[in-house]
T-cell receptor
């Protein structure tokens, strides 16, 4: 079973920030939070991951709460090409990667 | 990011035949690779985890004699669907995980298998 809970779908206006939440209340101390996205009929694309500090890269920012029980992926300026299913995964370095249902983000013009 | 190449991207085969899917990490070594199956409008389902040089670990309900996994090198894993049937038609995706402290898994582009 997936260790994360995400809303099934979200909409976002083009050019606005997309904030995708993820609950992972059973996360353990050595587990990381990973975010991937999947555009239709393609393999998932790595976005970002973190342990406990907030992280930022060229694609997105990851905000992890202090108790690590939830996180938010932020796409600062969403474009139509960001329409995809976004998956939040919690796993350790030596553990497998299991996908939940994810959030289907639709960016609208 | 690192590149994982999966081949073929699509294949059509006759019922009863076998199909091999290759997964290569092109610019990094991967001691661990994952194989997933995805049905339409569903999430990825983990089928098995393979570690280089050892037998794969299969998820419950996945037949190891039907889905043969070989991870003979640090850059190549193969999945062979043996005696394929129409119900095996699906989107198969591989993933390779980097080594080191901050590990990431990168995914292939997937293989669309259609068994007729």
């Amino acid at each position: 079973d997936a260790k994360t809970t995400q809303p099934p779908s979200m909409d976002c206006a083009e050019g606005r920030a997309a904030n995708l939440p993820c609950n992972h209340s059973t996360i353990s101390g050595n587990e990381y939070v990973y975010w991937y996205r999947q555009i239709h009929s393609q393999g998932p694309q790595y976005i970002i991951h973190g342990l406990k500090n907030n992280e930022t890269n060229e694609m997105a920012s990851l905000i992890i709460t202090e108790d690590r029980k939830s996180s938010t992926l932020i796409l600062p300026h969403a474009t139509l090409r960001d329409t995809a299913v976004y998956y939040c995964i919690v796993t350790g370095n030596n553990n497998d990667m299991r996908f939940g249902a994810g959030t289907r983000l639709t960016v609208k013009p | 990011g690192a590149v994982v190449s999966q081949h073929p991207s699509w294949v059509i085969c006759k019922s009863g035949t076998s199909v091999k899917i290759e997964c290569r990490s092109l610019d990094f070594q991967a001691t661990t690779m994952f194989w997933y199956r995805q049905f339409p409008k569903q999430s990825l389902m983990l089928m098995a985890t393979s570690n280089e040089g050892s037998k794969a670990t299969y998820e419950q309900g996945v037949e190891k004699d039907k889905f043969l996994i070989n991870h003979a090198s640090l850059t190549l894993s193969t999945l062979t669907v043996t005696s394929a049937h129409p119900e095996d038609s699906s989107f198969y995706i591989c993933s390779a995980r980097t080594t080191g402290v901050y590990r990431k898994a990168f995914f292939g582009q997937g293989t669309r298998l259609t068994v007729v």
